[in-house]
């Protein structure tokens, strides 16, 4: 077992552009522009070429790259939403084979978006896409949960089902439901589960609602908002079954801060998972306001983590190690420490992981995590020990000059910093990563 240095300290080197790195080489930048930012991602491999789609803040639809060259990605087009409904988010994006799938949830998150003019309309659920011309993606099938929430982050890794964390008119937010894609244009659900403590839809109660599903083999391993890892047994697609639960939430997680847990991420050839809480992006946090979570005025913070935990036994599994916390680079506005700005507390953490899934575009290595993590931007852990997990791999861009996309009404009340959004690695080993304000990095371990 390899053990690597700690580089969290080791000197960083600054680009022409303000970027500051560690341990990683800039391949390339595709900036959006004015209005527009890059969210989720999904890759695809069709004859010898890699294809890069990506959603966005701003609009409704997915751009399409060609990144056979990492260093020289070529847009292809941009397709838009087929519906043309303003008031859908569709950030979230999966694809596998010849399949695809978007998230719809309405447009009322007014923390980012603001109120929506009178007249919007609204949808929510799932959009099926055929990818069989990896160029020209075609949307082929749609799905409603007859549900207010509408879709969050769901899974596809190819095949007959899609993994989705949905809403349901029986429960409050969302829960575990399994949607058969046999005739993609026809959608039906086979199977759902629910945890126990999510209050019923015409109840109060405590913030419990699945945030993502994450599927190896006949398991789905749930990130429950309010609970924590939750394994299921879903060798029958029908009758999921309950098998365990690793509690972090509490005490992780929570505040101002977003999914209490946002990601799982399962090693099984290690019998280990990564457990991911969410940190926050600073420009929706208010400093100087009280009110409700964006409020960050006179507020402690709870400790956001990317932990590991052992699946030894899966009947009890075990948190066993923290990743060290990130900290800022020579000469940032945050100065020694992320949680910090201006005497105002922020609930800094990750915010998503690479998922390798089943495709094999994807880089399948279960002795790095990659994170894109919010104002710290990339950080790559070495967890060959997965007792002693350390940094070994930095990449923080500069901070935007101005907005790229901005609220309705009022703005945004936070500080204008970097903020990276997504990230995923495909099997060469390039790294792909958004940032809510900016456009696309991509870049390389260099080490």
Known sequence: MSHMPDLRNDDWS???????????????????????????????????????????????????FDVTDPRAPRFIRFAPEPSGKAGISSVKLQVAG????????????????????????????VIVWDFSDPENPIPVGRWNTDSPPGTHRNYYGGGRYAHLSSGHPDYQG?????????????PVVVGQWAHPEQPAADQHGAH???????????????????????????????????????????PFGGGSG??????????????????????????????????????LLGKDQPMNIVGIAS?????????????????????????ADYSTLNGTRYPFGNHNVHE?????????????????YFQAGLRVFDISDAYGPVEIAAYVPPNPSEWNWQRNGSGFPGPLTTCAEDIIVDRRGVIYMTNSQAGIHIMKVTD
């Open 311 to 335: 699946l030894a036994d899966e009947n009890n599994p075990t948190l066993v190690a923290l990743c060290p916390k990130p900290v800022p680079p020579p000469g940032s506005i945050w100065g």
């Open 258 to 295: 977003g999914a209490s847990v946002h990601t799982i991420v399962p090693f099984s050839d290690r019998q280990l998972a990564i457990v991911s809480t969410e940190g926050e992006r600073p420009f929706v946090l208010d400093p100087a306001s009280t009110e409700g979570i964006p409020g």
């Open 98 to 125: 010849n399949i695809g799938i978007t998230n719809m949830q309405p447009r009322k998150f007014d923390m980012f978006f603001g109120p929506q003019p009178d007249g919007t309309e609204f949808d929510e659920g």
């Open 208 to 250: 419990v609602v699945l945030h993502m599903p994450y599927i190896d083999g006949d398991r789905a391993y749930l990130a429950y908002w309010g609970v924590g890892m939750v394994i299921l047994d879903i060798s029958d697609v029908t009758q999921p079954r309950y098998i365990s639960t690793l509690r972090t939430d509490p």
């Open 174 to 186: 969302f829960i575990y439901r399994i949607l058969d894609l046999a005739d993609p244009a026809k």
């Open 14 to 64: 600054a680009g022409s552009d303000g970027a500051m790195s560690r341990n990683v080489e800039l391949l390339a930048y595709y900036e959006f522009g004015a209005g527009d930012a890059g969210y989720q991602m999904a890759l695809k491999e069709d004859n010898d070429r890699f294809y890069l789609y990506c959603t966005h803040w701003a609009k409704q639809g997915i751009s399409f």
């Open 356 to 372: 390798p899934h089943e495709e094999p575009v994807y880089e399948k290595r279960s002795d790095r995590i990659y994170c894109s």
